[in-house]
């Protein structure tokens, strides 16, 4: 199973950026970003396959960029204009679909917290 790590979160306030980094232990086909506020259900942001597709959940298209460095086994989040709902958990994610459900990874992170104040 892959290793994940993530680190990169904090507190920041509305509009500004935060980058996410996630360290993993080898490349599996579609690495992702999901996060979970509470209450609610995980939510996929976004999702990379090897050769550089990505998806990305309508509410933050425009805003977030998923990107990876193979050569350092690790994969980043860029999230740009930050709003109070991108409030969350944020977890890191290894899968063998590409998609933005979570049931199709089966790897994951122990998560980083993402707190955007207004």
């Known amino acids: 199973q892959v290793q994940l790590v993530e680190s990169g979160g904090g507190s920041v306030q509305a509009g500004g950026s935060l980058r996410l980094s996630c360290s993993y232990s080898?490349?599996?086909?579609?690495m992702g970003w999901f996060r979970q506020a509470p209450g609610k259900e995980r939510e996929g942001v976004a999702v990379i396959r090897s050769a550089g597709s990505t998806l990305y959940v309508d509410s933050v298209k425009g805003r977030f960029t998923i990107s990876q460095d193979n050569a350092k086994n690790t994969l980043y989040l860029q999230m740009n204009s930050l709003k109070p709902e991108d409030t969350a958990m944020y977890y890191c994610?290894?899968?063998?679909?590409?998609?933005?459900?979570?049931?199709?990874?089966?790897?994951w992170g122990q998560g980083t917290q993402v707190t955007v104040s207004s």
């Open positions: 080898y490349r599996e086909y579609y």
């Open positions: 994610a290894a899968g063998r679909v590409f998609s933005l459900r979570a049931e199709y990874f089966g790897s």
